[in-house]
Structures are given as structure tokens and as C-alpha cells.
């Protein structure tokens, strides 16, 4: 079956770096682009951006441009996204997610990874 | 960037009451339009793709309709488990989501 696996709970200081992966399964990891969504605490979703999984080009959402990294491991089905320089209001749930190209909905979902940033 | 306003933010229903919750785009997004149900601690999960289209495994109590800028996600005979909060996504242009509604029970 499907599954998108995320790594686990991280906790860091301000100014450290996180990354995060999310492990594809029961598909073809080349034939789906991946996404990034970020949810903070009690809040909505927001799209972060996405990587073409075919060429490994990262696009990102304007809000998202600098201290982030989408980065795969095609060899793994694994894409992974990096953060650096953390600051407090990265403090979030971070969800990887598919969808069959550009502009298609997303239609399977990690399980979400915690990164809690707190010196 | 196109923008995604969902008018309600929660609302109070009853078991077997039939729920309405409307989106919209502060331009025509051409029903390039998903819904999301999200549970507590849970990953978002797709209903609806396309404003109309219901997923396979998705009950039939859901449904989407709009056109243009207006969309709707409509629940028939609310369950215990339709307890959620729901987003809607337009991804016409790049992506964007609504902030999402809050179903409670009264």
C-alpha cells in the first residue's frame, strides 16, 4: 500500500539546523512531485513548496525562500526537508504529501514529523 | 498569490444535521479546488479533488459543488466522525489553503 513514513519528533535551539525525511512507499517515487506543509501550533496548513522528484529541482513558496532546503534521496524514495538557522516560529508539525504532478491535489500525506525550536 | 477564505472559522452542530461549509478564491481558480478533513494529531486527508470529485474509500454523505471563485463542502447526516477540521486548497496557482472550519458538536 501507499505510505509516506516520516522521521521522528525533534526538539532543537534557535540557530541549529533539522532535517527531516519522509520515506515513499508502494509507488513509483519518480511519477509523484512532493510537497512540504507546515502546521504550527493550532493553526492551519500552509504549503511550503514543492521538489520535481523526476529532475530534483525544489521550488518554494515565497515565505519559505532562504533557510529552507528540499532535497531526495531517489535512490531511497526519500525526499527531505532541511531548515537552518531555526528560529522560535519554526516551531511546527511538518507534513510531506504527493500529488501526481503540478497543480493535482495531494492525495497521500506523511504522518507529520514535530520540530519544537526552544533554547 | 490567490487567496482562500473559508467564513467560518467553527460551528456548532448536531449529530444528523446536514453541514455546509463554503470557500472562496479571490479569483476564479477554475475547480482546481480540493477539501481536506483533519482529525487531531493526524495528517490531512483528502475527500474531494477537482470541487466535485469524491475520492475512493470517501463516504457518499460527502459531496463538493462550485464554480469560479464560490465552492462548497456538504455533509449529509453528520457522524460522530465527521468531527474535524476541514480545509479547502485551491492549486491553480501554486497552492494556497483556507484556514480551515472547526465542526464541534453542540
Known amino acids: 500500500q501507499i505510505q509516506l513514513v516520516q522521521s521522528g519528533p525533534e526538539l532543537k535551539k534557535p540557530g541549529e539546523t533539522v532535517k527531516i525525511s519522509c520515506k515513499a512507499s508502494g509507488y513509483t517515487f519518480t511519477d509523484y512531485s512532493m510537497h512540504w506543509v507546515k502546521q504550527a501550533p493550532g493553526k492551519g496548513l500552509k504549503w511550503m513548496g514543492w521538489i520535481n522528484t523526476e529532475t530534483g529541482e525544489p521550488t518554494y513558496a515565497d515565505d519559505f525562500k532562504g533557510r529552507f532546503a528540499f532535497s531526495l534521496e531517489t535512490s531511497a524514495s526519500t525526499a527531505y526537508l532541511q531548515i537552518n538557522n531555526l528560529k522560535n516560529e519554526d516551531t511546527a508539525t511538518y507534513f510531506c504529501?504527493?500529488?501526481?504532478?503540478?497543480?493535482?491535489?495531494?492525495?497521500?500525506w506523511g504522518q507529520g514529523t514535530s520540530v519544537t525550536v526552544s533554547s | 498569490d490567490i487567496q482562500m477564505t473559508q467564513s467560518s472559522s467553527s460551528f456548532s452542530v448536531s449529530l444528523g444535521d446536514r453541514v455546509t461549509i463554503t470557500c472562496k478564491a479571490s479569483e476564479d481558480i477554475y475547480n482546481r479546488l480540493a477539501w481536506y478533513q483533519q482529525k487531531p494529531g493526524n495528517a490531512p486527508r483528502l475527500l474531494i479533488s477537482g470541487a466535485t470529485s469524491l475520492e475512493t474509500g470517501v463516504p457518499s454523505r460527502f459531496s463538493g459543488s462550485g464554480s469560479g471563485k464560490d465552492y462548497t463542502l456538504s455533509i449529509t447526516s453528520l457522524q460522530t466522525e465527521d468531527v474535524a477540521t476541514y480545509y479547502c486548497q485551491q492549486y491553480w496557482s501554486t497552492y494556497t489553503f483556507g484556514g480551515g472550519t472547526k465542526l464541534e458538536i453542540k
Open positions: 504529501a504527493r500529488s501526481l504532478r503540478l497543480y493535482y491535489a495531494m492525495d497521500y
